[in-house]
């Protein structure tokens, strides 16, 4: 068998129809697999066991990024996003990072970490010294929960102590549970592991405990992603390829040194990865907070990415962060379109889906920062951004292309001139 290439050249120029088919020939899809890529997925009828007082389903445009090769593999990237442009930049990027070598990356072992909040302590010292001498009977316990994922090869690892003499509520001893949840985000493993050690911890330490819960702030679970672009790849405009380079290096070093401008840097790098941990049906609201509390964990939140010119003379990048995803369990194993996505991503763990994540991180935030640095990023978005104006005016899908060519045409990507040429349009 051939091996499979994430290069689909022209694809954007197919139809839906034909988009969809190439997809499912690359990812082996049956024929219900790929009604539910075309939007036949969640029925109000499922949807109503997944969450309270449903009255129907919400819809968002499900796009494949291409291009991505990682660790010598390639990757099609579904991709659940609102925002025009997106899909087609991060495309772009990967293919300049493949031509580079493709991407690198790595993952730590899945570790999360469980709190539990203990109060009411004479000494916070003693308190830690007495779970310490009680470690083993704390992480046997810990493991008396979840006999599955002890065989799956997961269960607890550790713990630790976190005194915090100054709280507003008063002294406090925060309790750190470390535990491998394998293929799991693992929150419903955290908390019925910390909830089942609490009991021990008061009555060890004669302290009051309050909160038991995961911590999304997942710094034991990283993963990396790392490419390489051959500076005379990057020539656009008026700009040489390493003058380009150096540009993409100079907004890097911006971001790290600002955290007004760190903020936005960061926002580019979750447009990409929130599209796919929404896609294949992950929690993306924890990975939106662990991605900002880890751009904070020095005391000054900054850049998640090192962009920089190598001995080469060619642009490198770099990014780590936390990435609690599961591939088993919760809506990923549910909603019948987030099934599909995993499919067509092909991967065979969480870790794995980790790597693609912190690629795909590290490919939007270079696709955002090259066009910052160069045209602007108003030139290419705003051509995409010019079909929904059309669409928000009132245009017929039929008249979207020919409406959109016009408002870019007169430079007048607005509303009000949509709304004229959808008046006048036969």
């Known amino acids: 068998m051939a091996e499979k290439s994430s290069r689909l050249a022209g694809f954007y120029k197919l139809s839906i129809e034909e988009r969809a088919q190439t997809v499912a020939e690359w990812a082996g899809l049956d024929e219900a697999e790929k009604a539910a890529l075309m939007g036949e997925g969640l029925t109000p009828e499922q949807a109503n066991h997944m969450i309270e007082n449903v009255v129907g389903t919400y819809a968002l445009p499900l796009g494949i990024a ?10 099609l990237i579904p991709m659940v996003v609102e925002e025009p442009s ?21 993952v730590t072992a899945p570790v999360m970490i469980g709190q539990i909040q203990v109060l009411d302590l004479p000494d916070l010292e003693a308190a830690s010294a007495t779970l310490e001498a009680h470690r083993e009977e704390l992480l046997e316990q810990a493991n008396c929960c979840d006999p599955l994922m002890l065989r799956l090869g997961g269960g607890a690892r550790g713990i630790s102590f976190r005194p915090l003499p100054e709280t507003p509520a008063g002294p406090m001893l925060v309790v750190h549970l470390h535990y ?38 997942a710094d034991q679970r990283l993963a990396t992603a790392r ?14 390829g390493p003058e380009a380079a150096q540009r993409i290096a100079e907004a890097n070093a911006f971001a790290v040194a600002d955290p007004y401008r760190a903020a936005t840097h960061n926002k580019g790098i979750m447009n990409g990865i929130d599209a796919v941990v929404i896609a294949t049906g992950n929690d993306w609201r924890a990975i939106e907070a662990g991605a ?20 080469n003379g060619d642009l490198a990048g770099e990014l780590t962060l936390p990435m609690a995803v599961g591939t088993v369990g919760g809506a990923t194993r549910v909603h019948p379109t987030a099934q ?9 763990s969480a870790q794995e ?43 017929r899908p039929e008249q979207v292309e020919a409406i959109a060519s016009q408002l870019i045409a007169e430079g007048k990507i607005l509303l009000t001139r949509a709304e004229e040429l959808v008046r006048e349009a036969p």
């Open 227 to 240: 490419g390489v672009v051959p500076a005379e790849l990057l020539a656009r405009g008026e700009f040489t």
């Open 66 to 75: 291409a291009n991505f090769q990682i660790n010598g593999r390639d990757y």
């Open 180 to 217: 491998d949840v394998r293929d799991a985000m693992g929150a419903n493993t955290i908390n019925t592991a910390v909830e089942a050690i609490a009991p021990m911890v008061a009555e060890l330490t004669g302290g009051r405990t309050n909160l038991r819960i995961l911590s999304n702030l």
């Open 292 to 311: 900002h509390a880890y751009a904070a964990r020095t005391g000054r939140y900054s850049a998640l990415t090192d962009w920089h010119v190598n001995e």
């Open 353 to 395: 889906l980790a790597m693609v994540l912190a690629c795909v991180g590290l490919a939007q935030n270079l696709a955002a920062i090259y066009a910052l640095s160069t045209v602007g990023i108003q030139k290419g978005h705003m051509r995409l951004h010019a079909r929904q104006v059309a669409l928000a005016a009132g245009a």
């Open 340 to 348: 599909v996505a995993l499919k067509i991503l092909g991967v065979g």
């Open 86 to 106: 997106v899909v087609a930049a991060i495309s772009h990027a990967a293919k300049l990072i493949r031509e580079g070598g493709g991407f690198q990356a790595e």
